[in-house]
């Protein structure tokens, strides 16, 4: 039997850095550290791409919002809606033939997306940039490890059972197998005191009980 050999294929390897690389470490911090403003623009990024909007004509929008308000709430949602102008969905149904007040919403979706625009997450044409997708998947990313934290109805959640690298819990006597590093020894001075001992004696020694969290491993896989 004769076996035919087929050349190899060349593989290209390619270089270059895993991370974000738009985003600098003080935007990166500011979704870490939840701060509003940060947090608040990568909402309005992440719903808008959500709803296949990856760009916005701020005049077009005011008009869309004159014109039929019920058609532009279908389209953005009150969410966006509320990002966009400051105000609440159905504030604006209600006052939307007051030409004051609509000239006022104008000129906040012009604030709020020339912002975007000074903070670079959207171009010249009002499109979503790199960095706004970045700063989307963060905050996404962050949102997943904060839910992956165990917690119990009220504040974190411990394990029942004792841990030698827990927290300290609680007081109990000594006993054989306990280890000298959870020795309490306020205590154990304290009831050997009012024994009225000279010297401490092993009925004396109190131990530190030690309680473990709630453990989450989170493995990140890249290929």
Do not use: W
Request: net charge neutral; hydrophobic share 35%; charged share 35%.
């Amino acid at each position: 039997m004769e076996c035919e050999a087929t050349p190899r294929e060349e593989i290209e390897e390619a270089t270059g850095k895993l991370g974000f690389k738009e985003l600098d470490d003080g935007l990166m911090h500011s979704v870490i550290d939840n701060d509003k403003k940060t947090v608040d623009q990568a909402d309005f990024i992440k719903e808008s791409i959500n709803k296949g909007i990856g760009a916005f004509t701020p005049d077009l929008l005011f008009e869309q919002l004159v014109d039929n308000y019920s058609t532009a709430k279908n389209i953005y949602g009150p969410s966006l809606i509320r990002q966009l102008t400051g105000y609440d969905d159905s504030y604006i149904e209600k006052n939307v033939g007051i030409p004051e007040f609509m000239a006022d919403v104008k000129k906040k979706i012009h604030q709020n997306l020339d912002q975007l625009k000074k903070d670079g997450l959207v171009d010249k044409n009002y499109e979503f940039t790199e960095k706004a997708a970045e700063l989307a998947a963060l905050s996404c990313f962050v949102e997943e490890i904060e839910n992956l934290v165990p917690k119990g109805t009220i504040g974190k959640k411990y394990h029942n059972k004792t841990s030698h690298y827990g927290v300290k819990n609680d007081i109990k006597t000594y006993k054989k197998g306990d280890r000298y590093k959870d020795l309490a020894m306020k205590s154990t001075v304290k009831a050997a005191i009012r024994r009225g001992h000279r010297k401490l004696t092993k009925g004396d020694l109190r131990i530190f009980t030690r309680q473990s969290k709630g453990r989450v491993h989170v493995i990140i896989a890249m290929d």
